[in-house]
Structures are given as structure tokens and as C-alpha cells.
């Protein structure tokens, strides 16, 4: 399966040729998003090395150098570099000014990061004309996710972790083939065939949340209570993505029914349609309309949402409302008005 390595295919290239063929349009290129870690550089070989299974007509790599870790951020680079070249692959690599990024984090330098990988995953395919990016995101990153949104308060787009699949923007999208996969295939695959990778230190730094997650929190759990506790929460998951795909196809269809007007920066619906529906299903079109437009979600709480849906239904009485974001909604008559005064952002 592995170019230069051997035919015979591992339990990861098994799990990941049936993932890929299943997320994959047939003759579409592939992005891989490479960071240099473990994950990345599995993904990149194996992705490599079923190229012809998948009949991928191209196959590019990515890679985003934050600037925060100065030179061990620039090996990291040219480790990536190499290996694509070894491997036939072309790469296209990108460094951030770690001032600017520091500058844009407004005290979340994880999140400034994040904004910022996956604008570059963005314009790098555009620029390649590639319609598909995928990321290594394995099983316990989804493990890990949930745990953390339960923690920090959620609803159920929370519990559904990360997304196997959506859409950076109307040409682009993002794919996680490796989201089943456990650690323990990863490392017998990298073992196996001697694959180089790098070591982020700032991965066991436990000023990060996720780091205590990973290392502390969920360790114990397994100890003290469950040692399935990380199946359980990936099981969790996919059960609440298919509630969710049930949900999201009804509420599409009020919308359809519901929306009168709309471009990217205004929406206007139809109030009274929209109540002849049930008060929670309204809420989750409403969320799915923020999708849909593109707008900020990551602040709106539940209470926020509680909040737009009374308006909508005539149970709170200010007739206009700001939201986190840069959306402002007003109640007129018969309409439900949204305004998005911000820029669209990545979600």
C-alpha cells in the first residue's frame, strides 16, 4: 500500500481506505493539512500510498508554521518539506508572524491559531483548485473534545464533538477520515514503517485545557471509573450526529419554507410560519440558519438562543436584539429581520 514500503496493508490503511472511499468523491484531489506530529505524517503516507486505490488524480500537503516556537517550528517545516519530497507529493508551506498572531488572539492564542490554519487550509486549496482538505484528527481527539465540551456547557452540536465533514466555503471542504481511528493503529503504523515526525512540547503543556484533559482528567476517569470512558464518549458522539442529521434535514425544511430574502449580510423570515412549528424546533433552524449564512457561532449560549427564540414566539418584549457576532435581529409584524454587521469567519 505504502510507496517503497511493504504490500501489505496495515489495520490503519484498512480503516482509512474505507473512511476515504466512503468521504471521497470519486476524481477529486486531496489537501492534507501536515503539522509534522505523529497524526499529520501517518496520514500523508498513507494518503500517498493509496493514491492509486483511491484514484486520486493529486495529492498536496499543507503546512502552517505559527512562528511561536522559532526554530523548532522551522525544523518542523522542513521535516515536512523532505518528506513530501521523498514522497513525490507537493507542498505548499506558510509562516504566520507570531506578533500579529499574539495580537489577533485577544487572550486565546490557541484560537487565534486555529482561525488562522484553517484560512491557510482555505486559500491553499483555492489557490491549488482542490475542492477537499483532510485533517488528522483521530478517535481520541474526538474522545477529548466531547469531555471538553461537556465541560464547558453544551447542546448537541457540543456533544457531537468534531465533525466528520463540513464545509470551509462554498467551493472548499474539510475531511476527517481518520476520526474512528485509535492511537493504537496510528502507532503500530508509524512503527511499523519507520516513520520520522515531530514532537510539540506545547502538546503536554498543561496551561492548555485539552492538554489536562488528555493527560490528567481523562486518564483518571478510565482509572477510577470507566476504562471505556473514551469509547463511550465517541459513541456519544456519532449517536448525536445522527440525531443531529435528523434534526438538521427538518429544520432546513421550515427554513425553506420560512426565508423570504436573504444575502450574506440580511435575512428576513416569515415570523408565522415560523410558529406553527414547535418552539425547539424553531431554535435549532435558527442555529442552522447561522450555518448556513456563515455567521459566528462560537459565542451564542444557550440563553442566547432561548432569547431569539421568545422573540421570534412574542415571549420577551424588546422588539430588537443584539448578539455576539455582529448580528442584530428585530421582530417586525410578520418579520423576523437579521443584519450581520461583522465578516464571516470560520466556525
Request: one cysteine or more.
Amino acid at each position: 500500500m505504502l510507496k517503497s514500503h511493504s504490500s501489505i496493508p496495515s489495520c490503519f490503511e484498512n480503516q482509512l481506505q474505507q473512511c476515504l472511499e466512503r468521504l471521497l468523491v470519486p476524481r477529486r484531489s486531496v489537501l492534507v493539512a501536515v503539522s509534522g506530529g505523529r497524526d499529520s505524517m501517518a496520514l500523508l503516507h498513507a494518503v500517498s500510498g493509496l493514491q492509486t486505490a483511491l484514484a486520486l488524480p493529486q495529492i498536496a500537503a499543507a503546512h502552517l508554521n505559527h512562528g511561536l516556537r522559532g526554530e523548532f517550528g522551522r525544523q518542523d517545516a522542513e521535516l515536512v518539506k523532505a518528506t513530501c519530497e521523498s514522497l513525490n507529493v507537493q507542498v505548499i508551506i506558510s509562516e504566520c508572524d507570531a506578533g500579529q498572531l499574539e495580537r489577533a488572539s485577544r487572550g486565546s492564542i490557541e484560537e487565534a491559531a486555529r482561525i488562522a490554519r484553517y484560512q491557510f487550509l482555505q486559500s491553499t486549496a483555492e489557490q491549488l483548485g482542490i475542492s477537499l482538505v483532510a485533517t488528522a484528527h483521530y478517535a481520541a481527539d474526538q474522545a477529548e473534545t466531547v469531555l471538553h465540551n461537556i465541560l464547558r456547557g453544551t447542546g448537541l452540536r457540543g456533544l457531537r464533538g468534531i465533525p466528520e465533514r463540513r464545509p470551509l466555503n462554498a467551493s472548499v471542504e474539510l475531511i476527517r477520515p481518520m476520526l474512528n481511528i485509535a492511537d493504537r493503529a496510528i502507532a503500530e503504523f508509524v512503527r511499523h514503517h519507520g516513520i520520522k515526525f515531530a514532537t510539540d512540547a506545547s502538546n503536554i503543556d498543561p496551561r492548555f485545557t485539552r492538554n489536562r484533559i488528555r493527560h490528567s482528567l481523562l486518564p483518571q476517569l478510565q482509572r477510577d471509573f470507566n476504562t471505556q470512558v473514551p469509547e463511550a464518549l465517541i459513541k456519544l458522539a456519532a449517536q448525536t450526529q445522527e440525531l443531529l442529521e435528523s434534526l438538521d434535514v427538518i429544520a432546513e425544511a421550515l427554513l425553506t419554507e420560512a426565508v423570504l430574502e436573504r444575502t450574506s449580510e440580511h435575512c428576513r423570515l416569515d415570523a408565522n410560519r415560523m410558529r406553527e412549528h414547535p418552539e425547539s424546533i424553531v431554535r435549532h433552524a435558527l442555529t442552522v440558519l447561522w450555518q448556513q449564512q456563515n455567521w459566528p457561532r462560537r459565542n451564542m449560549s444557550r440563553e442566547h438562543w432561548n432569547r431569539l427564540s421568545a422573540m421570534l414566539f412574542g415571549l420577551s418584549s424588546p422588539p430588537s436584539m443584539d448578539f455576539p457576532g455582529g448580528v442584530g435581529v428585530e421582530l417586525r409584524g410578520n418579520l423576523l429581520a437579521f443584519e450581520y454587521r461583522g465578516n464571516p469567519v470560520i466556525t
